[in-house]
């Protein structure tokens, strides 16, 4: 069974910078696993941030950029704002057509 | 502009079956990946299921059985047919499109309650 693991919560400072990484039970994850990153505020659907390990879709901030790093999948964010304060989640993709989610990160902006 | 809209969720008596439906516009689902994705209550995401453009479909093992992905695709519209409902299937449930390797689209979910 796939497990993906995430830090369970992570706390930045406004303007600060803080890393959230995306760890696989499976080995290291590269860009095979195609990684994906998710905003998700209380009470709203996830909103994508980044896709394929770099990619940023048109609407998310420049602030934000994924990465691998260490042999996990990683989202930057670097100027942090009030508003960025939600969790985070992300996606790998698995062969077999399997995904996973890690269970993801509460971020503070604090 | 696309557009993805769940609907169909409902309290449910366990054992019981649903199917939820997710319509979809400013685009032809049969030409992408989709997905079913679910959110228990305080808890994460957890794929559920995935049918690809050709027709073939996906799950994890926690469905496997008793979850099936379809598609219409004159209404345009995914489904999610579940039986033999469980307490820990009570969530919110999603459908996502996968392009590229990107769950870009996501509707706003449905909610389904197992419960007596």
């Known amino acids: 069974q796939t497990v993906v693991t995430q830090e369970p919560s992570l706390t930045v400072s406004p303007g600060g910078t803080v890393t959230l990484t995306c760890a696989s039970n499976?080995?290291?994850?590269?860009?095979?696993?195609?990684p994906n990153w998710f905003q998700q505020k209380p009470g709203l659907a996830p909103r994508p941030l980044t896709y394929?390990?770099?990619h940023k879709h048109s609407w998310t901030p420049a602030r934000f950029s994924g990465s691998l790093l260490g042999g996990k999948a990683a989202l930057t964010l670097s100027g942090a704002q009030p508003e960025d304060e939600a969790e985070y989640y992300c996606?790998?993709?698995?062969?077999?057509?399997?995904?996973?989610f890690g269970a993801g990160t509460k971020l503070t902006v604090l | 502009e696309v557009q993805l809209v769940e609907s169909g969720g409902a309290l449910i008596q366990p054992g019981g079956s649903l199917r939820l439906s997710c319509t979809a516009s400013?685009?032809?689902?049969?030409?992408?990946?989709m997905n079913w994705v679910r959110q228990a209550p305080g808890k994460g995401l957890e794929w559920v299921s995935l049918?690809?453009?050709?027709?073939?479909?996906y799950y994890p093992d926690s469905v496997k059985g008793r979850f099936t992905i379809s598609r219409d695709d004159s209404k345009n519209t995914l489904y999610l047919h579940m039986n033999n409902l469980r307490a820990e299937d009570t969530a919110i449930y999603y459908c996502?499109?996968?392009?590229?390797?990107?769950?870009?689209?996501w509707g706003q979910g449905t909610l389904v309650t197992v419960s007596s």
């Open positions: 499976t080995g290291a994850v590269t860009s095979d696993y195609h």
């Open positions: 400013g685009f032809s689902l049969n030409n992408y990946v």
């Open positions: 394929d390990t770099s």
């Open positions: 049918m690809f453009s050709g027709g073939g479909t």
């Open positions: 996502a499109r996968d392009r590229d390797w990107s769950y870009d689209f």
């Open positions: 996606l790998l993709f698995y062969g077999g057509a399997q995904r996973a």
